[in-house]
C-alpha cells in the first residue's frame, strides 16, 4: 500500500517497499494493445479505478499518458528494468495472468542481464519447463487457478526444483504444508 492504496504498482509503492527493507516485491503485468508490458493488476475495473479512464486495453503510449490517482508514477517494464539496475539487491516476483510464458520470454529478450531479479510465478505445472529454459532460475508455482491433488504437487517438486509453492489461505491449513516442507519446498500463503 501506499498513500492508502492496493495494487497501484506505481514507481512510489517499490521505493516505499525498498525503504521498509522489502527486497522479495510482487507485481502485476499486463499486455498492452501494442505488445509491451505494464505495471497494472488489470485492464478490467482497476484502470478504470487507477487512472478513471474507460476499462480496456491500452497502448503504452497512451498508458503512459495517463495521471495516475494521488499523484502516482505508472510504470512499464523499461521503467522497471531502470529501477532494477539502480536496486540490484531487489527481486521480483511476477505476477503475468496471460500469456505468462510469452511475457517472461519478453522479460528476458528485452533485459537478459536482470533474469536472475525476476522469479517468475508460474499458473500451471507445464508452464516450469518452458519457463525454466529461458534462463529463470527461482520458479513459484501458484495454485489459486488450479486444482493439482496433494500427489500431483508432490510427484511434481520430486522431479522439478520449484523455489516456492503459492497458495490460498485454506489450502495452507491442510496437511500439503507439512507434505512440501518434508521435500524441502517452501510455502507461502496469500492473502493474509
Do not use: C
Not at 55 to 80: H, V
Not at 92 to 117: E, S
Not at 122 to 135: A, C, N, S, T, W
Request: net charge negative; proline share 3%; hydrophobic share 40%.
Amino acid at each position: 500500500r501506499v498513500k492508502g492504496k492496493s495494487y497501484t504498482n506505481s514507481k512510489e509503492s517499490i521505493d516505499k517497499s525498498y525503504e521498509n527493507g522489502y527486497r522479495f516485491i510482487e507485481l502485476d503485468f499486463q499486455w498492452t494493445a501494442d505488445g509491451n508490458l505494464a505495471l497494472i493488476h488489470d485492464w478490467d475495473g482497476y484502470v478504470n479505478t487507477a487512472f478513471g479512464v474507460e476499462s480496456k486495453m491500452y497502448s503504452t503510449e497512451e498508458f503512459k499518458s495517463f495521471n495516475m490517482i494521488e499523484g502516482l508514477t505508472q510504470m512499464i517494464l523499461d521503467d522497471l528494468a531502470e529501477w532494477l539496475h539502480v536496486h540490484n539487491d531487489v527481486y521480483i516476483v511476477t505476477d503475468i495472468k496471460y500469456d505468462n510464458v510469452k511475457a517472461l520470454g519478453y522479460i528476458k529478450d528485452r533485459y537478459p542481464d536482470l533474469v536472475a531479479q525476476f522469479i517468475p510465478q508460474i499458473y500451471r505445472i507445464e508452464q516450469f519447463v518452458p519457463v525454466k529454459e529461458l534462463g529463470y532460475k527461482n520458479i513459484i508455482l501458484t495454485l489459486y487457478a488450479s486444482n493439482y491433488s496433494d500427489d500431483e504437487l508432490i510427484d511434481f517438486v520430486k522431479s522439478h526444483r520449484v523455489f516456492a509453492i503459492t497458495m490460498p489461505i485454506a489450502r495452507a491449513k491442510t496437511e500439503l504444508p507439512r507434505k512440501l516442507k518434508e521435500e524441502s519446498v517452501f510455502v507461502y500463503a496469500h492473502t493474509i
